[in-house]
C-alpha cells in the first residue's frame, strides 16, 4: 500500500511535525545554542561529573559533592607529583656544566656571596665540578647582559645545596614543577572544568621543551614561571571583578540579574590584589630577562580589555569611556609602577655595593658630573649600565651553530643541542654492540607530536576569536603572541628556539582547548561525544608516548648510534 502522507512527512506518521533543521542537526553532535542568564555570563559556573559518571565510578550521591571539590585541587596535585618526579630524577646528570650553565650558574654563586656578578675564569668550569670549595669568587665585576632575577633565584638552589650541578638546577627544577599546578588552575578556571584544566597540566609536563628546560641552569624557565604566575594573576582577577560587578547589579521579582547601564558605566571597583600579584610578577619576570617588558604590554591590554568586556555584559552603552574613567588609571597604576619598582629592588646586590660593574660610572666615572645630577648616582649608574646591556643585545649578530628563526620555533625547526658525548661501548653506560659508539645528548626539543598538534590549535584558536568572539582563545593567543611576536622584530640578532619555552603553557592551553571542542560541545549526544573522546584519548596517549620515545635525548641517556640517528626525524636537528 503506498502511503498518502505528503513527501516532507516521508517516514512519519501524517499527524507528526516534521523535524526540524536542529532536530536533524543534533543527531550529529550539534548542540543549540542556549540561552545564558546574565549572572552566568559574567561569572560562568564551573562543570561538574555528571550523573553517569558517577554512577559509573560507584561513588553514593552522599560523597559526590566533596569529591567534586576535592578534585579542584586534588587532581593539579596530582598531576604536579608527576611533573615533579620526572624533572627531579637524576637531576644533577649529567655531572657537566652544560651550554650556558657557564653564565648563570658561577653569576648566581657570585651574587649570593657578595652581591654580583663576578670575571671568572674562563677555564674554570672543570675545577668547579671537580672541588668547588677550591674556586674562590673573583671580586672583580663581570659585565652581564641580563637583570639578576633569575640569577638569583639559581643562587638560592645553590646555597641550598651546593655549588655543583644538582644545586643550581634545583630551583629551576622546583619552579618548572609549580608551573604545572599553576597551568592546571589556570586551565581550571579558563575552561572551567577540572578535566581540561589537569589535561593542559599534563600536556605541560610531558612537553620536551618545558622538562629539558626545567633541568637546567638558564634564565627562560624562571622567566615562563612569573610569566605564568602573572596571568593567572589576572584571569583571578578577571573571575574577582566580575563578581563584584553582578553582586552590584539589581535582580527581578524572580531573584534574575538584570543589566544596568548606570552601574556598569560607574562602578568603582575599588582595591584589587589580585593586579598587584600580577604586576610584581611581571617585574620578576622583566627582573629576569627583558623581554618580559613585551608580555607587560600585552597582559596590561589584555587586562583593560577584560573590563571593558565586563562593563558591555553588565549593561554598559559605552563601555570603553567607562573603562577609561574608572579602570585605566587603577589598572596602570596597580601594574606598571608595581613591576618597574620590583624590577630596581631586584638590583638591591648592586646598589648596596660597590663591586659591581659600572657601580661607580656616576659617582667617580666619566658621568660624574654633568646636568643630571640632581638623580642620585647610583640610579644614573644604572640608567648608564643598561643603556650599554641593550646596544650589546641589538648587536649581537654573531653566528651560532643552533641559532634560528623564529618562524622555525612552532614546527620545531633547529632544536638546541646542550651537551653531547659519544661513548664507546662499555663506558659511560654505553650497552651498545662492541666496537659500536653511543649517544649521548641532551638535546632542548619540545614533544613533536604536541608542537605539531599545537600548530593546528592555534589556528582554531584565532578562528575562535576571530569569529565565535571567545575571550578565553583571545587570552591564549595573547600569551603564545607575547612571548613569540616580539623576537620577530630582531630577526638579524642571534636567537634561539629555546627562547620559546616562555609561551609552551599557552601551546598547552591552545591543544586543551582543540581537544575539549574534539570532546564536544555540552549537549552533544553520546555517540558523538564517544567518538571525540576516543579521538581525543588517541591524540593525548600519542603525545605522551612520543614524550617517552625522545626521553633519552632529554635526559642525556646513552643509547646506541642508531638509535640515536632513528630519532633524529629532520635533518636539522642534527
Known amino acids: 500500500m503506498t502511503s498518502t502522507a505528503p513527501k516532507a512527512l ?56 566533596g569529591l567534586a571539590r576535592r578534585a579542584a585541587w586534588a587532581g593539579p596535585l596530582l598531576v604536579t607529583l608527576f611533573a615533579g618526579v620526572l624533572r627531579f630524577w637524576h637531576l644533577g646528570s649529567p655531572k657537566a656544566v652544560i651550554f650556558d650553565e657557564t653564565y648563570y650558574a658561577k653569576d648566581a654563586w657570585a651574587l649570593i656571596h657578595q652581591g654580583y656578578e663576578g670575571d671568572w675564569p674562563k677555564d674554570v668550569d672543570a675545577r668547579i665540578l671537580l672541588d668547588p670549595s677550591s674556586v674562590p669568587v673573583p671580586h672583580d665585576p663581570g659585565y652581564v647582559v641580563h637583570p639578576p632575577v633569575g640569577k638569583w633565584v639559581i643562587g638560592l638552589g645553590e646555597w641550598m645545596f651546593g655549588f655543583d650541578p644538582f644545586g643550581w638546577r634545583f630551583m629551576v627544577a622546583v619552579l618548572g614543577t609549580l608551573s604545572v599546578l599553576i597551568l592546571c588552575r589556570v586551565g581550571r578556571r579558563l575552561f572551567r572544568s577540572t578535566f581540561l584544566g589537569c589535561l593542559a597540566g599534563t600536556l605541560l609536563a610531558v612537553d620536551g621543551l618545558h622538562f629539558v628546560m626545567s633541568r637546567t641552569a638558564l634564565l627562560d624557565t624562571v622567566l615562563m614561571f612569573f610569566v605564568l604566575a602573572a596571568f593567572a594573576c589576572l ?53 629576569t630577562k627583558w623581554n618580559g617588558l613585551y608580555i607587560l604590554a600585552a597582559f596590561a591590554i589584555m587586562a583593560v580589555l577584560w573590563d571593558v568586556g565586563m562593563r558591555r555584559t553588565a549593561g554598559a552603552v559605552r563601555p570603553y569611556a567607562a573603562m577609561f574613567r574608572r579602570d585605566i588609571v587603577p589598572a596602570f597604576v596597580s601594574t606598571v609602577p608595581v613591576a618597574i619598582g620590583t624590577y630596581l629592588v631586584s638590583w638591591s646586590g648592586w646598589f648596596f655595593t660597590s663591586g659591581g660593574y659600572f657601580r661607580t660610572w656616576a659617582s667617580e666615572g666619566p658621568g660624574k658630573g654633568g646636568d643630571w645630577t640632581w638623580i642620585p648616582s647610583g640610579l644614573r ?5 643598561e643603556y650599554e646591556v ?137 555517540r558523538r561525544r564517544m567518538v571525540g573522546a576516543v579521538a581525543a584519548g588517541v591524540l593525548t596517549l600519542l603525545i605522551i608516548w612520543n614524550f617517552i620515545y625522545f626521553w633519552p635525548l632529554y635526559t642525556g641517556t646513552p643509547i646506541p648510534m642508531d638509535s640515536w640517528q632513528n630519532r633524529m626525524w629532520l635533518d636539522t636537528w642534527v
Open 10 to 65: 516521508q517516514g512519519h506518521d501524517a499527524g507528526e511535525t516534521p523535524p526540524t533543521w536542529p532536530e536533524r542537526l543534533r543527531r550529529f553532535g550539534h548542540a543549540p545554542r542556549q540561552v545564558i542568564g546574565l549572572r552566568e555570563r559574567l561569572v560562568p559556573p564551573y562543570t561538574r561529573p555528571s550523573e553517569r559518571v558517577w554512577a559509573l565510578l560507584g561513588v553514593p550521591p552522599v560523597l559526590r559533592d
Open 390 to 526: 641593550y646596544q650589546f643585545h641589538l648587536n649581537l649578530t654573531s653566528g651560532h651553530t643552533y641559532q634560528s628563526n623564529p618562524w622555525s620555533w612552532i614546527v620545531l625547526g633547529r632544536p638546541v643541542s646542550y651537551f653531547y658525548k659519544d661513548p664507546a661501548s662499555g663506558t659511560d653506560g654505553c650497552h651498545a654492540a662492541a666496537g659500536a659508539k653511543c649517544a649521548r645528548e641532551v638535546l632542548a626539543l619540545g614533544t613533536p607530536l604536541l608542537w605539531w598538534a599545537a600548530c593546528f590549535a592555534l589556528l582554531y584558536v584565532l578562528w575562535r576569536w576571530f569569529f565565535r568572539r571567545d575571550w578565553r582563545a583571545g587570552a591564549i593567543a595573547c600569551g603564545v603572541a607575547a612571548g613569540w611576536a616580539p623576537w620577530f622584530l630582531y630577526q638579524e640578532r642571534t636567537i634561539f628556539l629555546f627562547y620559546a619555552v616562555v609561551f609552551v603553557p599557552f601551546l598547552c592551553l591552545a591543544v586543551t582547548m582543540m581537544i575539549g571542542a574534539i570532546i564536544g560541545p555540552a549537549g552533544s549526544d553520546e
Open 235 to 287: 584571569l583571578a582577577d578577571r573571575d574577582w571583578a566580575r563578581r563584584k560587578m553582578a553582586a552590584a547589579l539589581p535582580e527581578d521579582e524572580d531573584g534574575v540579574l538584570r543589566p544596568d547601564v548606570s552601574i556598569a558605566e560607574t562602578l568603582r571597583l575599588g582595591w584589587r590584589p589580585w593586579r598587584i600579584g600580577a604586576g610584581l610578577m611581571l617585574g620578576l619576570a622583566f627582573g
Open 381 to 385: 649608574s644604572l640608567w648608564h649600565y
